[in-house]
């Protein structure tokens, strides 16, 4: 590799991941989320344990039992839909969806209304202050990818986070100046309009009223917003959320007047109120308080753009995937295209499975850290990256016994809050996105009369090409700071057709570039180790970035014996609690199984 490699800054802001903690507090609603505001109708919702999965009748039980002592049993129920399902980090936000699929609105309807209810009822990362990206397939087979992803403002310069020691300093993480110009009101817009059969305030209209009304928080929002205290309640959002000097209370009503104006006038306006009026005039003026670089040109500039989803296949499966500037779909495609070499993989809990992913994945984030970036802006070689032949060259120097290195440095804090949802309807259509302010509650920052939360994500440009960013990616000058530019994601909103080409699995995932390798290894799950969708959400996870030069495991994930078969063939191996947080439907006769992140919080309801 090419970068030099340093320390990487200290651990500035403890910032914590409810997303990626264990669900500690049993989840009150019958798929486990949050409760359901009083008043609000009950969806119906029915748990089928025994629909088998719609993969090959071979693949109904699962290869390997997970390990002793693994947290979650396997064999447990998705939540079953005859008609549609949507899955998103809070049952609220997928009753949102729910509701405007029962009142005749289609999958990407249902997708932009749980989007604007996660704003509401899930503000660690639901937005209308960040960026996302949605992976769109209609039953007709036409095919879309939106990206509206933040991009740097204007007067954005390369070292900008760089203090005159040449130390990188932490304002990519805390405050005004750690935001892009945020995509998430014009993405979900354009979406609606392209795809969409109701109108902008139809599909609002129950975010609205989750704002308005407020909705009974519960021990989990509550916790997840007391462990973000330090973040929040330097900036303006501390009397909202820590009224009294303590967070909401679990039984408490949390109500956001000044959202649900902000939202009001989107519903009325259009993308224009929050690009060039009223919302708008609210973040600016915030960022000038605060010292904030982002103007009314950058807000007028910004544009989401259309892309065409990268399309590959695994083993007869179809994938559809997100292009730059996200580096989901490039990664997953190269990662996949490597182990397809290998048939058939190993069983599943292996140290020779384990082996196997982590050395492709070295290989794929090498690339990913050093090739990727904006295409407006860098040449990504996405047909070499995508092909077939160079995952070959690539897989053909794995050794099955041995690990290889990358250099070593020390890794840097957590991930922390994304958010994806997965939305089927009934006439096959589907929608995948992931959206997010990167750090739980961005940047901190909340927009004072606007009512939101700014993102933090220009800390995923690499702020000092060669240093480790928040995740402890490595990354290069493909992705440096430009103006107008989008720093690289990890977001892989995917989409899986089976054999036949039908639709067969809706998922993507929250926590850094864990993103990338979760979705995938739910999607192995299912596809190659035969397994449920339940048990594939369950199973345990590892990653693997290239930097640091370790196998990342969950806690009591893999047997003592597979963890020292692993470091006997030269792996350093960190235990963890919990990575990713995926949110997944898979198509199963008769209709849908939608499961939400087992470990983290979340509402999978169908019809
Ligand atoms: O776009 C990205 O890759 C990051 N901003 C995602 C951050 C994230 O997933 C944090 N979550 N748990």
Redesign the pocket.
Known sequence: MSQSFRIPRPLAVALL?V??RPQSAPSPSPSGGVPASPGAAPMAQVDRRDAPSAVPAAQATVDAAFPQGWRFPSGTKATFGEHAMVVSNSVLASEAGVEILKAGGNAVDAAVATGFALAVAYPF?GNIGGGGFMNIRMADGRSAAIDY?EVAPLAATRDMYVDANGKLTNKSVVGHLASGVPGAVAGMNAALTKYGSKTLAEVMAPAIRLAEQGFVVDSAFSRGVNADKKNIAQFEGRDLFFPGGNPPAPGSRFVQKDLARSLRLIAAQGPKAFYDGEVGDSLVAEERRGGGIITKQDLRNYKPEWRTPIKSTYRGYTLFTMPPA???GITMTESLNMLEKFAPLPPFGSAQYAHLLAETYRRTFTDRNEKLGDPAFVKVPIDQLTDKGYAATLAAQIDRTKASKTPAFNAGRE?????HYSVVDGMGNAVAT?T?????FGSGVWVRGGGFFM?N?M??FAAQPGSPNM?GLVQGEANAIQPGKR?????SPTIVLDQQGRLLMVSG???????ITATMEVILNVIEHHMTLADAMRAPRLHHQALPDEIRVENNGFSGAVIDSLKAMGHAIRTQGGI??VNSILRVPGGWHGVYEPRSVGGAVGY
């Open positions: 991941l997303a990626c990362a992803r996200s580096s989901g991930p922390e809050h994304t958010t992931t997010t302010l990167n750090g739980g993102n994500e800390d995923d995740f720093m690289l994601s990890a977001m995932a929250a926590g850094g570039p864990t993103i990713a947080n």
